[in-house]
């Protein structure tokens, strides 16, 4: 999904670089960050499309900037690419909806994988959302056309009922007044 913005945080700068390099090849944007403080930051003024997120940093862990993000409504997608994996960890990223958990060394095709397997998600997780809104939407405006079609229905019995005209104008004008408020 090319276009899409993504940041990396992570305090190896080898690391920074090889994902910028390929990632960029594949035609995303990157923004990177070599502490959790700044990874922080970058994610919540950026809002990039997905976070590559390393657990142990420097200034903020891993576990600070996840947590911090979620608490403030920031629902990127996040693959967690710890050193050294575990399954405390795992449970613990996973609890706070990382996507995806990739133990280091990484490997360009998995990565990419994750990658692209986390975005898809996100834009179907988002056109669901999308998709829903306009059916309660349509709904609410489906409930008052039949509302009114009812109420039509009504004064139409209720004006064929009767044969006296002053009555008939009398509900003439209180359809009028309840339709027009």
């Not at 576990?63 to 575990?86: C, D, F, K």
């Not at 996507?99 to 490997?107: A, S």
């Not at 009504?154 to 002053?166: D, K, R, V």
Request: glycine share 6%; with cysteine; hydrophobic share 40%.
């Amino acid at each position: 999904m090319a276009g899409e913005t993504i940041l990396i945080v992570d305090d190896s700068r080898e690391t920074i670089d090889t994902l910028t390099d390929v990632l960029q090849s594949k035609g995303y944007n990157v923004l990177s960050a070599d502490n959790g403080r700044q990874g922080l930051e970058l994610a919540l003024e950026q809002e990039p499309n997905l976070i590559l997120l390393d657990w142990k940093l420097t200034e903020l862990s891993g576990y600070q900037v996840l947590h911090s993000l979620r608490e403030r409504g920031n629902q990127a997608p996040i693959v967690l690419t710890p050193m050294h994996g575990s399954e405390s960890i795992a449970i613990q990223a996973f609890r706070l909806g990382v996507r995806d958990y990739i133990p280091k060394p990484l490997r360009v095709p998995e990565i990419l994988a994750a990658i692209e397997q986390s975005l898809a998600e996100d834009h179907l997780c988002r056109e669901k959302e999308r998709i829903s809104q306009q059916i309660e939407e349509t709904m609410g405006q489906m409930k008052q056309q039949l509302l009114e079609l009812t109420t039509l229905q009504a004064i139409g019995q209720s004006l064929t009922s009767t044969l006296e005209l002053e009555k008939v104008l009398n509900r003439v004008v209180e359809a009028a007044c309840f339709f027009s408020d």
